[in-house]
């Protein structure tokens, strides 16, 4: 039933900044555990940030600690992922999914979007 869609992505410098949207639809984004995942060339689906369902708990891969910030408007039912400082290491297609558990625990990811490309080069 939920739906989620990502947008934002594209092509920055190094150093440089985006936001990407997770736009849920179908039912409210609050009643669920967001987490961010990227998918990198040559490299394991990883996870990059999570925001947690009730309580709003956040968490960050150390990869992207101190560069990036998730958060959730639960007006508009998204979440954000404002990416700062990125590097070339950052690009890749980044998903979010959504969980019924939450951020801390290994919870089973059970929708998904179809993810947005981000590319940093110069």
């Known amino acids: 039933q939920l739906r989620l869609v990502e947008s934002g992505g594209g092509l920055v410098q190094p150093g440089g900044s985006l936001t990407l949207s997770c736009a849920a639809s179908g039912l409210p984004v609050n009643y669920f555990t967001i987490k961010w995942f990227r998918q990198t060339p040559g490299k394991e689906r990883e996870g990059v940030s999570c925001i947690s369902e009730g309580d709003s708990a956040t968490s960050y891969a150390e990869f992207v600690k101190d560069r990036f910030t998730i958060s959730r408007d639960d007006g508009t039912n998204t979440v954000y992922l404002q990416m700062n400082s990125l590097k070339p290491e950052d690009t890749g297609v980044y998903y979010c999914?959504?969980?019924?558990?939450?951020?801390?625990?290994?919870?089973?990811?059970?929708?998904w979007g179809q993810g947005t490309q981000v590319t940093v080069s110069s």
């Open positions: 999914a959504a969980t019924t558990g939450y951020c801390e625990g290994n919870y089973q990811y059970g929708y």
